[in-house]
């Protein structure tokens, strides 16, 4: 897969990312580097082990679903940029929790990153490697993680939803891009 568009993938995966990290920045108020490393490493590390087990459970299906991998690609893409849209427009505001607490970390950075399972699912369903993309996508939710939390408090009431709603388009984009690149031969 083209280095831009895995990029493009992690950019839009990151969104929930930094999201969530921008709330986290409002509850944070001591420590902020130390804890933006933290849930930054929890999600980047998640992202990038949730692509690598779509990827695996992918390349288990991609022989028997290899007639329509291009559609199945899309969709997935399509569904998850979707659930990210409506996630933006409806899901309510986030209550203030300890973000460090151990169980609350886990449970963001599982959910954060399950869109990641489906994305590797679709790289290997397009027959694409996933050890470069992985990283890249795990460090690009990294970065995006780490400046959300930074940033904190002075962005998450102006960006939190948008930046999740701008995520799910570029995911949908690139599932089309996809698409219209196995159609158009």
């Known amino acids: 897969m083209d280095l831009s568009l895995v990029l493009l993938v992690g950019i839009g995966l990151a969104m929930d990312c930094f999201a969530v990290s921008l709330a ?30 779509g990827w695996l459970g992918g390349t288990w299906l991609a022989p028997v679903i290899a007639p329509f991998d291009h559609w199945a690609a899309f969709i997935i893409l399509a569904i998850i940029g979707g659930k990210m849209i409506l996630e933006g427009f409806f ?7 300890d ?3 151990i169980p609350v970390l886990i449970l963001l950075s599982v959910a954060t990153s399950i869109d990641s399972l489906g994305v590797g699912l679709s790289l290997a369903l397009i027959s694409s490697g996933i050890l470069v993309e992985a990283a890249i ?23 939190g939803k948008p930046v999740e709603i701008a995520g799910g388009i570029i995911l949908i984009l690139i599932g089309v891009r996809i698409l219209a690149g196995h159609l158009s031969g």
Do not use: N
């Open 24 to 53: 986290a920045g409002t509850t944070i108020s001591s420590e902020r580097v130390r804890a933006a490393l933290i849930i930054a490493a929890c999600f980047g590390g998640f992202q990038a082990l949730m692509a690598l087990i």
């Open 91 to 97: 899901e309510e505001e986030e209550r203030k929790k």
């Open 99 to 101: 973000y460090l607490a």
């Open 137 to 159: 996508i795990g460090l690009v939710s990294l970065l995006f993680s780490f400046t959300g939390v930074m940033a904190g408090g002075r962005l998450a009431s102006r960006f």
